[in-house]
């Protein structure tokens, strides 16, 4: 056994040494591309807010709906599904305070008689508050009045 473990740790002791030096040397690198990518996003968000402190929040995401149903036919508010739940908003806290929720932009509903689901971007909140693009899948649920 003892053997065993010694051959283990010097045969072919150039290839394990070379190994090595390519794992560290990949290591280095992706340390400082992470680096490098925070830096650029500080500089981002203090070319956006230079003044102010920005400040990140979760804000849970609504569906906007316009149009009629089918006669005879309701939206189940409680089981509208939206997937992602919630998106993430960078502003300054003045402005995120007043701010409880993101909307989809208007999903049509006009005619409708069944449940569908249907991707749909977010509505822009306001200037000076930053989202990440995000399309959302809604499932609305129909059914028929009794």
């Known amino acids: 056994?003892?053997?065993?473990?010694?051959?283990?740790?010097?045969?072919?002791?150039?290839?394990?040494?070379?190994?090595?030096?390519?794992?560290?040397?990949?290591?280095?690198?992706?340390?400082?591309?992470?680096?490098?990518?925070?830096?650029?996003?500080?500089?981002?968000?203090?070319?956006?807010?230079?003044?102010?402190e920005a400040i990140a929040k979760k804000l849970t995401i609504k569906p906007i709906f316009v149009g009629k149903l089918r006669q005879g036919y309701t939206i189940e508010g409680a089981k509208i599904v939206v997937v992602p739940e919630y998106c993430i908003v960078v502003g300054t806290r003045e402005l995120l305070n007043k701010i409880k929720f993101a909307y989809t932009l208007p999903i049509d509903v006009n005619g409708a008689s069944k449940s569908f689901m249907k991707p749909v971007p977010l509505n822009p909140i306001a200037p000076g508050i930053y989202m990440e693009e995000t399309l959302v899948e809604v499932t609305v649920p129909i059914t028929r009045e009794n």
């Open 1 to 52: 056994m003892l053997q065993y473990l010694r051959r283990f740790f010097t045969d072919k002791i150039g290839m394990k040494c070379i190994a090595l030096i390519l794992a560290l040397a990949l290591w280095f690198y992706v340390v400082g591309e992470l680096n490098k990518g925070s830096e650029e996003e500080k500089r981002f968000l203090n070319t956006l807010l230079p003044r102010e």
